[in-house]
T-cell receptor
Framework: AQSVAQPEDQVNVAEGNPLTVKCTYS??????LFWYVQYPNRGLQFLLK??????LVKGSYGFEAEFNKSQTSFHLKKPSALVSDSALYFC??????????????FGKGTHLIIQP | DAGVTQSPTHLIKTRGQQVTLRCSPK?????VSWYQQALGQGPQFIFQ???????QRGNFPDRFSGHQFPNYSSELNVNALLLGDSALYLC????????????FGSGTRLTVV
């Protein structure tokens, strides 16, 4: 079975400071990892994904994430936070053994609050 | 290019009733997945449809069923509604063989009273 842990319910960062939202995962095969953002009463917006290749993945809106296989982590980062980054962030995983089926397992989400 | 479209946006049902939610995938996508997002939780995978068949199912009871049509659109049906079925239901579409890109709709907010 696969699982995702987002250990922080909420992260507070001052505008202009770097931010990190943590994610660890567990899968039986090789992981495919994703970050999504959700604004109030909206669906999920894709930020970035790791399938294979470079451990540092760059995505939308200046976000990036670092895949660390030994620590089974995929933390989301941004060098300089904006107030508009305030939202709910979800990490998701699936493994590569689905035979084409690819349902995602999500974490519980982390509220990111950027203070002006 | 239209993304994923879900209807209705909001719905109120009574316990014991049945409900049908609808999803039109993004143009070019052939696979539809459904997720349930309870308040304060992450989305949970219900099932996935490809080529009009259920390809994968999460840990949900048989009260939850679905269908995919030849035009790739999909329906989620829930029978014998419980209060605990109240949630945001999200549809995600993708293209088989593509680089695992999932596009989510804005969801249907179901309230069971």
């Amino acid at each position: 079975a696969q699982s995702v842990a987002q250990p922080e319910d909420q992260v507070n960062v001052a505008e202009g400071n770097p931010l990190t939202v943590k994610c660890t995962y567990s899968v039986s095969g090789n992981p495919y990892l994703f970050w999504y953002v959700q604004y109030p009463n909206r669906g999920l917006q894709f930020l970035l994904k790791y399938i294979t290749g470079d451990n540092l993945v760059k995505g939308s809106y200046g976000f990036e994430a670092e895949f660390n296989k030994s620590q089974t982590s995929f933390h989301l980062k941004k060098p300089s936070a904006l107030v508009s980054d305030s939202a709910l962030y979800f990490c998701a995983v699936r493994d590569d053994s689905g035979g084409g089926a690819d349902g995602l397992t999500f974490g519980k989400g982390t509220h990111l609050i950027i203070q002006p | 290019d239209a993304g994923v479209t879900q209807s209705p946006t909001h719905l109120i049902k009574t316990r014991g009733q049945q409900v049908t939610l609808r999803c039109s995938p993004k143009s070019g996508h052939d696979t539809v997945s459904w997720y349930q997002q309870a308040l304060g939780q992450g989305p949970q995978f219900i099932f996935q449809y490809y080529e009009e068949e259920e390809r994968q199912r999460g840990n949900f009871p048989d009260r939850f069923s679905g269908h995919q049509f030849p035009n790739y659109s999909s329906e989620l049906n829930v029978n014998a509604l419980l209060l605990g079925d109240s949630a945001l239901y999200l549809c995600a579409s993708s293209r088989t063989g593509a680089n695992y890109g999932y596009t989510f709709g804005s969801g249907t907010r179901l309230t069971v009273v």
